[in-house]
């Protein structure tokens, strides 16, 4: 595992500069001056040819490594943690319909596979981050043991309650969900669920860095964690948990970095796609409006904007975002021009992209990692592996650790 993390330190370090711009913001990397070529191939990409790429990374690392070889690499860096060589479980921990009313279909297909890949659950298990308890009540139909649910949200809980009595399956009957702050948890506490296999399923950031914090001080026996949103903490950089990861050469990788990992929406539906997609555009054309007005060509940033906002058209959302930077847009402006300028600097976007999306999973992986060698470091027997398609979910990265006391 540290020979692996080392071997992507290095090789991540050495190509920063082609990930590390985020092709949204920047329109004219640096690294398109130091690869012109490759530059010109990436806008020279038809839109068939860009959104065929789009779905198969390893093609696209075939044709980005005739100008990048070190791209070759990547295939070995990530033996054994790419999604598509996950072959899916026996489906018998899925639950039904009649068994989950109100689970969206693949969020059931989730929490199954995950419950087969855990399986034997021979300990009570503490569901950390439970939301309305959907993994929570698989786990108890998967196994025959008590399961309580943590989650900070009340009104969650409250949900997950009700259908825990909605739902005529016995089994249920053994989980119970608890209104809890994770982060207020202490090891070696009464409050701490002692005793118990720690399962979290796409706990993000914090919530599960703190997780392998405080079960480590407690020596918690059994803990499997499937880590998601590694940017959302309340640090702006990156710190790692290992010992042996301290000399990073990526030191002081900053959140909005980090952020490149969780860039794969897979799972969203299509009207949802397509509807990011439009809202892109319509920023990216109001920036070109805003930098042409103001002489100003550094990006600024907007809040987030909602799909609602399509309804009201483009010349809106236009007035809306100048609102949000505290100006105003002249009375005058040839709305259907600045639209397809920020539907030309999508494309560009999205061409740029291909370059920077072949080291999310190799991001995603160094950060995981980073993880696996602190459990080692406290005396875990750890395994890391998928445990479902990345159709399913691309955050499938699931930790396995035990600790074995004679």
Known sequence: ????????????????????????????????????????????????????????????????????????QRSWLLEGFLADECELQALDCVLSENQAPHMPERKRVQAGLLASRLQPLSQPITDWCSGMGHLARTLAVASSQQVTGLEWNPQLVERGQQLIHQTRCPHQTRVTLQHQDVLQLQANTAQWPDSTHLVALHACGDLHRHLFHQAVKAGQKRISVVPCCYHLTADAHWHPLADATQRSALQGLSANEMRLAVQETVTAPQRVTEQREELNRWRLGYEALRQHLSRDTHYRFLPSSSVKQLQQGFPEFCHWAASQHGGSLPAQVDWPFWLNQGAQRYAQVQRDELLRHQFRRPLEVWLVLDYVLFLQEAGYQVSLQTFCSREISPRNLLIEAQRYVE
Do not use: I
């Open 1 to 72: 595992m540290l020979n692996r993390w080392q071997a992507l330190d290095s090789w991540l370090s050495d190509h920063q500069a082609l990930w590390k711009p985020v092709p949204f913001y920047t329109p004219h990397p640096d690294w398109a001056n130091v690869y012109p070529e490759l530059y010109r191939a990436l806008r020279g990409l038809s839109a068939e040819e860009c959104a065929a790429l789009q779905k198969n990374e390893t093609v696209t690392t075939e044709l980005l490594s005739r100008w990048l070889p070190g791209l070759k």
